[in-house]
């Protein structure tokens, strides 16, 4: 048997495999959904065949309970922009200017007398920049002004006005109808951005140049093609809410009861479910920055089914904050060469930047901890040269098996991170490791070995297009 052949035949079974894996996974969701509904929390009525929809998870519920106003207010916002931009002939320093009285008054909007903490702030930062930003310590400095206020928004909740004085305690019934400190976490990365990108403009590297006009690699046909898309993984959203409860499951304390499958399951689908999310809420946002001609990255370019290793998969989840930690954070503490060190101090900023709570912490850890055999297996295998059929089939089998492994890693650490927390992790280990679950423990490698081997198969098929278009 020749090896397209051979190719062909395992394609043909890793396709069956992974539809009968999908078609019990539905089903068992679909049947813990219908028994359980009754105990998990943040379920409503739904508009979907009268099922209940699990509206458990605090963000999304948020945007999708204002979606029209979102809507409505960035279709105003947009139209205003582009009108100034086209008939005023406004270039980027102008359109400056007006992105930041809009943006003002809708901050003002969303946090009210707050947007006093944001201001002084932000102009602290600059002052801090302007100041000491050529000088020999200011990484220093930088890193030490923005983590203080990142740690102390989060234990003193925003501030209160009262706490600076009573004649300013009136403030507080004016706090806007948004918590400003959530958002800020944002702010910071813009500022530790802005310092290192003064600090660095003498050198001329790593420096990026400015854009005078708008994007162009979007038609106008594709913009709108993107739009549509976006319709259409909403209303997939809305399926998978309505009928599948894996994040009122994770949040109700339910998978204590469940069996080591049935906690696979929802483990598995808590994490698609964030990923759905997250692509539709970065993915609405990018596409109105598109009509205003901004290109913004995209966060989310590969499905989380399509990746194998935990580099590739950081890489595509918030592939923009990915971007901003390695130019920020991994290159300056001295990149690759000190990768394993590197990756602890990346994930523990990246733990307490999202919030701070110590199952984020063990998220983090364990993450870490999990990347050590991938990058040590990485280095000794590109300094193995495989020179015969065997080899290359010998390797691809070990780099499948590596896959498996990698991924039911990932699955632990989100698991710890966003469903039992640290305190369960004896009861994953006991859960899993017993003779009940054992079988499950197998099942998963097995499934996610295939898996690996269908991502394989589907790369190969990308380079092959790859290749035709530029021959």
Same mark, same amino acid.
């Given at each position: 048997?020749t090896?397209?052949?051979?190719?062909?035949?395992?394609?043909?079974?890793?396709?069956?495999?992974?539809?009968?894996?999908?078609?019990f996974?539905?089903?068992?969701?679909?049947?813990?959904?219908?028994?359980?509904?009754t105990k998990?929390?943040?379920?409503?009525? *739904?508009?979907?065949?009268?099922?209940?929809?699990d509206?458990?998870?605090?963000?999304w /519920?948020?945007?999708r *309970?204002?979606?029209?106003i979102? =809507?409505?207010?960035?279709?105003?916002? =947009?139209?205003?922009?582009?009108?100034? /931009?086209?008939?005023? !002939?406004?270039?980027? #320093?102008?359109?400056?200017?007006?992105?930041?009285?809009?943006?003002?008054?809708?901050l003002?909007?969303?946090?009210?007398? !707050?947007?006093?903490?944001?201001?002084?702030?932000?102009?602290?930062?600059?002052?801090?920049?302007?100041?000491?930003?050529?000088?020999?310590?200011?990484?220093y400095?930088?890193?030490?002004? $923005?983590?203080?206020?990142?740690v &102390?928004?989060? %234990?003193?909740?925003?501030?209160?006005?009262?706490?600076?004085?009573?004649?300013w305690?009136?403030?507080?019934?004016?706090?806007g109808?948004?918590?400003?400190?959530?958002?800020f976490?944002?702010?910071v990365?813009?500022?530790?951005?802005? *310092?290192?990108?003064?600090h660095?403009?003498?050198?001329?590297?790593?420096?990026?140049?400015?854009?005078?006009t708008?994007?162009?690699?979007?038609?106008?046909?594709?913009?709108?093609?993107?739009?549509?898309?976006w319709? @259409?993984?909403?209303?997939?959203?809305?399926?998978?809410?309505?009928f599948?409860?894996?994040?009122?499951?994770?949040?109700?304390?339910?998978? #204590?009861?469940?069996?080591?499958?049935?906690?696979?399951?929802?483990?598995?689908?808590?994490?698609?479910?964030m990923?759905? #999310?997250?692509?539709?809420?970065?993915?609405?946002?990018?596409f109105?920055?598109?009509?205003?001609?901004?290109?913004?990255?995209?966060?989310?370019?590969? &499905?989380?089914?399509? !990746?194998y290793?935990?580099?590739?998969?950081?890489?595509?989840?918030?592939?923009?904050y990915?971007?901003?930690?390695?130019?920020?954070?991994?290159?300056?503490?001295?990149?690759?060469?000190?990768?394993?060190?590197?990756?602890?101090v990346?994930?523990?900023?990246?733990?307490i930047?999202?919030?701070?709570?110590?199952?984020?912490?063990s998220?983090?850890?364990?993450? &870490? @901890?999990?990347?050590?055999?991938?990058i040590l297996?990485?280095?000794a295998?590109n300094?193995?040269?495989?020179?015969?059929?065997?080899?290359?089939?010998?390797?691809?089998?070990?780099?499948?098996?590596?896959?498996?492994?990698?991924?039911? !890693?990932?699955? %632990?650490? $989100?698991l710890?991170?966003?469903?039992i927390?640290?305190?369960?992790?004896?009861?994953?280990?006991? *859960?899993?490791?017993?003779?009940?679950?054992?079988?499950t423990?197998?099942?998963?490698?097995?499934?996610f070995?295939?898996?690996?081997?269908?991502?394989?198969?589907i790369?190969?098929?990308?380079?092959?297009?790859?290749?035709?278009?530029?021959?």
């Open positions: 048997m090896e397209s052949n051979w190719r062909r035949r395992e394609l043909a079974f890793l396709i069956v495999y992974a539809v009968a894996f999908y078609a996974v539905i089903r068992r969701s679909l049947q813990l959904s219908h028994d359980y509904y998990l929390y943040g379920l409503r009525p *739904g508009w979907i065949a009268n099922r209940l929809n509206a458990s998870d605090a963000q /519920r948020n945007f *309970g204002n979606l029209q979102l =809507t409505v207010v960035f279709g105003i916002f =947009t139209l205003v922009a582009n009108v100034l /931009r086209t008939y005023c !002939c406004l270039r980027a #320093k102008g359109m400056a200017y007006v992105w930041l009285l809009i943006s003002l008054a809708y003002s909007y969303l946090h009210g007398a !707050c947007i006093i903490f944001i201001l002084t702030i932000a102009s602290a930062n600059f002052l801090l920049v302007k100041i000491f930003g050529r000088t020999k310590y200011f990484s400095l930088l890193w030490t002004f $923005n983590l203080s206020f990142l &102390c928004n989060r %234990v003193y909740g925003g501030y209160q006005f009262s706490s600076f004085g009573q004649h305690a009136f403030l507080d019934n004016f706090r109808t948004f918590r400003w400190h959530i958002c976490n944002f702010v990365l813009r500022m530790i951005s802005y *310092g290192y990108d003064y660095w403009m003498d050198q001329n590297n790593r420096f990026d140049q400015e854009l005078d708008p994007q162009k690699n979007y038609s106008s046909k594709q913009v709108v093609w993107y739009g549509f898309r319709i @259409l993984s909403l209303f997939l959203m809305e399926l998978m809410t309505h599948f409860y894996y994040n009122a499951f994770a949040i109700s304390g339910v998978w #204590k009861q469940l069996t080591p499958m049935d906690n696979f399951i929802i483990g598995y689908g808590v994490l698609n479910f990923w759905l #999310k997250f692509f539709l809420l970065w993915r609405y946002f990018r109105w920055s598109l009509i205003s001609g901004i290109e913004a990255p995209e966060n989310m370019p590969r &499905c989380l089914n399509n !990746c290793n935990l580099e590739t998969f950081w890489k595509n989840w918030h592939a923009s990915n971007k901003w930690l390695v130019r920020y954070m991994y290159i300056p503490l001295g990149g690759a060469q000190r990768k394993l060190l590197n990756v602890w990346v994930f523990t900023f990246v733990a930047w999202h919030d701070l709570e110590w199952k984020l912490l998220w983090a850890w364990l993450t &870490c @901890l999990f990347f050590i055999p991938e297996v990485k280095s295998a300094t193995f040269k495989v020179q015969s059929v065997f080899g290359e089939f010998l390797l691809r089998e070990l780099n499948a098996v590596a896959g498996a492994v990698t991924i039911t !890693c990932l699955m %632990v650490a $989100n710890v991170g966003f469903v927390g640290p305190s369960g992790i004896n009861w994953l280990i006991s *859960g899993f490791l017993r003779k009940e679950g054992l079988p423990v197998g099942g998963m490698l097995i499934s070995y295939i898996g690996t081997k269908l991502m394989f198969h790369s190969d098929s990308q380079q092959k297009r790859l290749k035709k278009s530029t021959m």
